[in-house]
């Protein structure tokens, strides 16, 4: 017994086992249900199946303790259709199996996570049928069964009929609520439960508001909260972050007492999902050098695309190795992840190594090479990625196809671009606005304007900024003024400040020396707010991103920067620099 009550491996138990045989101990009901336990604590496949052929040719029949413990054995290892096959065989044993209130506390469980909704129905059957359907514990794994299937009318029916109720059990119920996104009819059951000092209740509530958008309430509860935890902080920080307030966001982060690499990964993460790479960037470097933190899958799968938009190549490259090293390339989002990256870096070669090394590819790893190949203007290469696909017989879905019009618009190819656009319906696909947007600037670019236009007079959707801009663009490449005028006025109304519709009318007008049209181009920039962003450049510098743009004044480096510039300036100039400013 107290061998089997240690951390065993599996060639250990089987020592044990052939000590039991040898001493004729396997017939002690006792020892035999721990042996069975010690088996399933392993969590490995063969312990469990080497478990069950003893227990099938088990020497008492039908004990309720053992078999329990063969049940809870085959959940452990999360072989759940086993579980209630075993409980199956055994009701129908002529020998007659009686179920007790573990029996079905561990079935309920189950069925709850196979999601196995006939299966629990028959439970809820067996228990009123067995008389525990008083028991404060088995009505209580009842409801939560019936809560996590998503049946709140069954779940509601077990609260309302249970004799006693534990907090446990209002828990279930207003979690149910909440992940139901049923938020009315959580916070009455909150207001009405006589004790709320539970985490695991907030935090249900808190995720259900953040899920639903309603930031408002979820700072409410968070506020209300008596013990904040982990996870209470960083949920409200994924929900600022999906809400685009990244400020109230990185607040929270910093106030918060105690961090975990999940808090970490939400904060990076927000930072990419708000377009701030940067400041993302940042904050990765800030974890490895205040932490003892060690990215994971996530950490690698948020901050990848940061890297990827900054071009931070050596810094990619870092993390590939570091993803080699702890064998993080055997999941495909991260192997997706630094196809992406390795693309958007222009290392389009590289992006094709990692592919191809993938174990396993899914739709977005395909899409990203394809993609991947667009951007890098290797058209054809594109196409040949896309028909491979086709060859493994993986279904193209709506970013496949915004990929390979991407690559024909960047190809110039128009006859292959109208090919796979009018194929779309083949694959069961609706074109979409985006869609339309790349066939629209397609046609645009090869001087097919009227063809563009009637495209675009006959999609089912009303054009935006992006297609009167591709529109915009053709009749500029073709002098066409008198319509590039037509599509200004209809861009001005939906986009009053971009300001690279003007310039295009503009520069169309200087052509034709309409300098009062110009004048009035300018005029109506400044009414409108129409302001160009001022340039900037990224480079990379010891594995940092420094940028620079174009008039700032308030760099770190900006007086020793222009030192350098002087200095560059008279050495062109023949002229003898400055040693002493040098």
Same mark, same amino acid.
């Given at each position: $017994?107290?061998?089997?009550?240690?951390?065993?491996?599996?060639?250990?138990?089987?020592?044990?086992?052939?000590?039991?045989?040898?001493?004729?101990? /396997? %017939?002690?009901?006792?020892?035999?249900?721990?042996?069975?336990?010690?088996?399933?604590?392993?969590?490995?496949?063969?312990?469990?199946? +080497?478990?069950?052929?003893?227990?099938?040719?088990?020497? +008492?029949?039908? @004990?309720?303790?053992?078999?329990?413990?063969?049940?809870?054995?085959?959940?452990?290892?999360?072989?759940?259709?086993?579980?209630?096959? *075993?409980?199956?065989?055994?009701?129908?044993?002529?020998?007659?199996?009686?179920?007790?209130?573990?029996?079905? *506390?561990?079935?309920?469980?189950?069925?709850?996570?196979?999601?196995?909704?006939?299966? !629990?129905?028959?439970?809820?059957?067996?228990?009123?049928?067995?008389?525990?359907?008083?028991?404060?514990?088995?009505? %209580?794994?009842?409801?939560?069964?019936?809560?996590?299937?998503?049946?709140?009318?069954?779940?509601?029916?077990?609260?309302?009929?249970?004799?006693?109720?534990?907090?446990?059990?209002? %828990?279930?119920?207003?979690?149910?609520?909440?992940?139901?996104?049923?938020?009315?009819?959580?916070?009455?059951?909150?207001?009405? $439960?006589? &004790?709320?000092?539970?985490?695991?209740?907030?935090?249900?509530?808190?995720?259900?508001?953040?899920?639903?958008?309603?930031?408002?309430?979820?700072?409410?509860?968070?506020?209300?909260?008596?013990?904040?935890?982990?996870?209470?902080?960083?949920?409200?920080?994924?929900?600022?972050?999906?809400? !685009?307030?990244?400020?109230?966001?990185?607040?929270?982060?910093?106030?918060?007492?105690?961090?975990?690499?999940?808090?970490?990964?939400?904060?990076?993460?927000?930072?990419?999902?708000?377009?701030?790479?940067?400041?993302?960037?940042?904050?990765?470097?800030?974890?490895?050098? =205040?932490?003892?933190?060690?990215? @994971?899958?996530?950490?690698?799968?948020?901050?990848?695309?940061?890297?990827?938009?900054?071009?931070?190549?050596?810094?990619? &490259?870092?993390?590939?190795?570091?993803?080699?090293?702890?064998?993080?390339?055997?999941?495909?989002?991260?192997?997706?992840?630094?196809?992406?990256?390795?693309?958007?870096?222009?290392?389009?070669?590289?992006?094709?190594?990692?592919?191809? /090394?993938?174990?396993?590819?899914?739709?977005?790893?395909?899409?990203?090479?394809?993609?991947?190949?667009?951007?890098?203007?290797?058209?054809?290469?594109?196409?040949?990625?896309?028909?491979?696909?086709?060859?493994?017989?993986?279904?193209?879905?709506?970013?496949?196809?915004? !990929?390979?019009?991407?690559?024909?618009?960047?190809?110039?190819?128009? #006859?292959?671009?109208?090919?796979?656009?009018?194929?779309?319906? /083949?694959?069961?696909?609706?074109?979409?606005? #985006?869609?339309?947007?790349?066939?629209?600037?397609?046609?645009?670019?090869?001087?097919?304007?009227?063809?563009?236009?009637?495209?675009?007079?006959?999609?089912?959707?009303?054009?935006?900024?992006?297609? *009167?801009?591709?529109?915009?663009?053709?009749?500029? =490449?073709?002098?066409?003024?008198?319509?590039?005028?037509?599509?200004?006025?209809?861009?001005?109304? $939906?986009?009053? %400040?971009?300001?690279? =519709?003007?310039?295009?009318?503009?520069?169309?007008?200087?052509? &034709?020396?309409?300098?009062?049209?110009?004048?009035?181009?300018?005029?109506?920039?400044?009414?409108?707010?129409?302001?160009?962003?001022?340039?900037?450049?990224?480079?990379?510098?010891?594995?940092?991103?420094?940028?620079?743009?174009?008039? @700032?004044?308030?760099?770190?480096?900006?007086?020793?920067?222009?030192?350098?510039?002087?200095?560059?300036?008279?050495?062109?100039? !023949?002229?003898?620099? @400055?040693?002493?400013?040098?």
């Amino acid at each position: $017994m107290f061998l089997l009550q240690q951390k065993n491996t599996k060639n250990t138990l089987i020592q044990i086992h052939a000590f039991m045989l040898r001493h004729s101990i /396997e %017939t002690n009901l006792n020892i035999f249900s721990k042996f069975i336990t010690a088996c399933a604590s392993l969590s490995s496949l063969s312990a469990i199946n +080497h478990a069950r052929r003893l227990f099938d040719v088990r020497p +008492h029949q039908n @004990d309720a303790f053992l078999c329990n413990a063969m049940i809870k054995a085959h959940l452990g290892l999360n072989q759940f259709t086993q579980s209630f096959t *075993l409980y199956r065989d055994l009701r129908r044993d002529e020998k007659g199996f009686v179920p007790n209130k573990i029996t079905f *506390l561990t079935l309920a469980k189950s069925c709850a996570l196979n999601m196995a909704i006939w299966d !629990g129905l028959q439970i809820h059957n067996h228990v009123i049928k067995n008389g525990f359907c008083l028991d404060l514990y088995v009505s %209580t794994a009842l409801l939560d069964m019936y809560a996590k299937l998503g049946i709140m009318g069954s779940a509601r029916k077990v609260f309302e009929e249970m004799p006693e109720r534990s907090l446990v059990s209002w %828990t279930a119920l207003i979690c149910g609520y909440a992940r139901a996104g049923d938020m009315e009819r959580a916070k009455k059951l909150l207001d009405e $439960m006589p &004790e709320k000092e539970d985490s695991v209740l907030y935090n249900a509530m808190i995720d259900g508001y953040v899920k639903l958008g309603d930031l408002d309430s979820a700072r409410s509860l968070f506020n209300q909260m008596p013990d904040r935890n982990v996870i209470s902080w960083t949920s409200m920080i994924n929900g600022y972050c999906n809400r !685009g307030d990244v400020a109230s966001a990185k607040f929270l982060f910093d106030s918060m007492p105690e961090k975990n690499l999940v808090s970490w990964n939400a904060m990076i993460g927000g930072y990419c999902q708000n377009k701030q790479p940067h400041e993302a960037l940042k904050l990765f470097h800030d974890m490895q050098s =205040s932490t003892f933190f060690e990215p @994971d899958k996530v950490t690698v799968v948020s901050i990848l695309p940061a890297i990827a938009d900054l071009g931070a190549l050596d810094l990619g &490259e870092w993390v590939h190795h570091f993803v080699r090293k702890r064998k993080l390339d055997r999941a495909t989002n991260v192997c997706t992840a630094l196809v992406d990256m390795y693309a958007k870096c222009g290392q389009i070669n590289k992006a094709k190594k990692v592919f191809d /090394e993938m174990p396993e590819k899914e739709i977005a790893s395909w899409n990203a090479l394809i993609n991947g190949y667009a951007v890098n203007g290797c058209a054809k290469a594109a196409l040949e990625v896309f028909l491979g696909m086709q060859n493994e017989r993986v279904m193209p879905n709506d970013v496949t196809m915004i !990929g390979v019009l991407s690559a024909c618009n960047h190809g110039g190819l128009v #006859e292959e671009g109208k090919r796979w656009f009018k194929a779309m319906a /083949e694959f069961g696909l609706t074109p979409k606005i #985006e869609h339309y947007g790349c066939m629209a600037d397609l046609l645009g670019r090869a001087g097919c304007v009227e063809e563009a236009e009637k495209l675009i007079e006959g999609m089912p959707y009303e054009a935006n900024g992006i297609i *009167l801009t591709s529109l915009l663009f053709a009749y500029w =490449s073709l002098n066409n003024v008198k319509r590039a005028e037509s599509v200004l006025n209809k861009l001005v109304h $939906m986009e009053p %400040t971009n300001h690279g =519709s003007y310039v295009m009318l503009r520069n169309l007008y200087a052509a &034709e020396k309409r300098w009062e049209d110009v004048e009035e181009i300018r005029g109506l920039m400044r009414r409108n707010g129409a302001r160009k962003e001022a340039g900037c450049s990224v480079i990379e510098v010891d594995s940092r991103v420094l940028e620079f743009v174009s008039g @700032d004044r308030v760099h770190p480096k900006w007086e020793m920067m222009q030192s350098v510039l002087r200095q560059l300036w008279m050495h062109m100039r !023949g002229q003898q620099p @400055d040693k002493a400013a040098a």
